[in-house]
Structures are given as C-alpha cells and as structure tokens.
C-alpha cells in the first residue's frame, strides 16, 4: 500500500519562499506520476505541477515560472519549490500519486494521497 507524507508548509509573507516535501513509501509501478496538488477553503481541488517517472513535468497556468516540482528516486521524495508566492497561493497541498505515465493534472485521475501540508501567504 502506498503512503505519502506531506511536509514544508507554513507561514510566509508575499513574495516569500517554502519547499514542501512528500515521502513516498516504496512505489513498484514501472511508470508512475505524482503531483501537488492544492484546495483553498471553499473551492475545488486543483492541480498544481505533476512529474513522470521520466521527469517531464507539466504545470498549472498559475504556478508557471514560480513553482518548480522535482523528485529524488533514490530517497522516494517529491518536492515542490514554490518561490514570489502570492496570498492566491495559500491552501492546502497534497501530493499524488497514480501508477500510468499520463501527465495529468485532473485530481480525480491520482489513486493515492496524502494527509495534505498548509500553506498561508499573508
């Protein structure tokens, strides 16, 4: 069973810089994508940036430019980079993963979640 633990969120000011991690337990699927994800209070779950298992990545409108997703295979981490946040930005993350290489960034496509990491731009 797969597990992913979110951490890095917290407290900035606009403008301001956090790097969120996800521990991933051991992954078996030959192709994968994993993602970040995010839900402010009130609106709908969405995607943020995914990766393959190849490390092409795309990302949401929103984030280009700003936000960079990466992941460490031999420390089965994902991180999320996330520089001149916006108080837009603020919500809670989540990462994802799904065991198909399609880069999708639709959450209703990933099987596996974790608890989520908060993060407030104020």
């Known amino acids: 069973h797969v597990q992913l633990v979110e951490s890095g969120g917290g407290s900035v000011e606009p403008g301001g810089t956090l790097r969120l991690s996800c521990d991933v337990s051991r992954y078996t699927y030959s192709g994968y994508c994993m993602g970040w994800f995010r839900q402010a209070a009130g609106k709908e779950r969405e995607g943020v940036a995914v990766?393959?298992?190849?490390?092409?990545?795309t990302y949401a409108d929103s984030v280009k430019g700003r936000f960079t997703i990466s992941k460490d295979d031999a420390e089965n981490t994902l991180y999320l980079q996330m520089n001149s946040l916006k108080p837009e930005d603020r919500g809670m993350y989540y990462c994802?993963?799904?065991?198909?290489?399609?880069?999708?960034?639709?959450?209703?496509?990933?099987?596996?979640w974790g608890q989520g990491t908060q993060v407030t731009v104020s």
């Open positions: 990766i393959g298992s190849d490390g092409s990545a």
């Open positions: 994802a993963t799904k065991g198909d290489a399609g880069l999708l960034t639709e959450p209703t496509a990933y099987h596996y």
